[in-house]
């Protein structure tokens, strides 16, 4: 399928094709969500979408992945290499990093913004240092280089139906939401890394502090003052998701099943979180299999739908589509959202 997707998008580069094929399975092995996004979209739009999502995989590995392995300041060494490649990438595409030399073509191709690359770079050399957040717009701030610019690099490869400008505020909640959602799924995660994420303020009106957390964690009790807070910020973050939403209506047909079918995913990763308890302190909660593959069979029939839709009077039939509009699911493999 990454050799449909690479011809499709007319890579023929030998050098660049593996660079987007180890995109591609960055995005399969670590992002299942948006991976079973992706392939709703256009073949020929899969590519850019995993050379963004690599790229970002790669700097927040280097990050938390390697935390437990390596210092701060080794980390902060790598990043900043990461960065002085990524400068250079972008410059005149010369990069012996795979990641780099993917993201910089599709940069150049769909005409993204470069600044929203340095912006995500900011945003990871700044979870070296900062483990908290004393307000939300303390922490909005932060998602902006670390989510909205990620909502507004997959904005071109998109496509939109309207001024992009109209649409990218929409794609940065978007962005936002499935941080925040994110944030309240690893919470315990993250207290392990040394963050907390969930604001400060919104945590004392609850009664609740870095210590409390710590105690619950450590312990595997639960506390209703936990409880509640994580309550109170599911329910900020489907404010944000209720931002994005009207976005969807502001891309381009094709391109729509893929992006609704990763926020109902994401939606449903709410959902989990509340149905177990608010316990995300204590463990991570799932989309069960089932409501997984309900939503991607909805995804690939509007995904069908649409291009019949692009097609009619054409005579021809959809690819990956049956008489009637129906479509062949793909296989969903995994339990986590």
Known sequence: MSERELDAAGVTDPAL???????????ARHGKTYFLATRLLPVSRRSAVHALYGFARWADDIVDVDGAASTAEERGARLDGLRLELERGLRDGRTE???????????????????YFTDFMAAMRADLAVTDYPTYADLRRYTYGSAEVIGLQMLPVLGTVVPREEAAPHAAALGVAFQLTNFLRDVGEDLDRG???????????????????????DTGCGDVRITAALR????????VYREAAAGLALLE????????????????ILDAVAEDGYRSVLRRAAVPRRRRA?????????????????????????PGCRPGGAARPAPVRGSAA
């Open 195 to 217: 963050r907390v994420y969930l604001p400060a303020d919104l945590l004392a009106a609850h009664g609740v502090d870095r210590e409390l957390l710590r105690w619950s964690r």
């Open 294 to 318: 309900t939503v991607a069979l909805d995804g690939l029939t509007r995904v069908c739908a649409a291009r019949l839709r692009a097609r009619a009077g054409s005579g021809r039939r959809a």
């Open 253 to 268: 047909p094709v391109s729509r099943p893929c992006v609704r079918t990763a926020f109902v995913l994401y939606g449903a």
């Open 232 to 239: 109170a910020f599911e329910a900020l973050n489907r404010t």
């Open 17 to 27: 094709r593996q660079a987007y094929a180890w995109c591609r399975r960055l995005n």
């Open 97 to 115: 990093e795979p990641v780099v030399r993917a993201l910089a073509d599709t940069a150049d191709r769909f005409d993204i913004d470069h600044r």
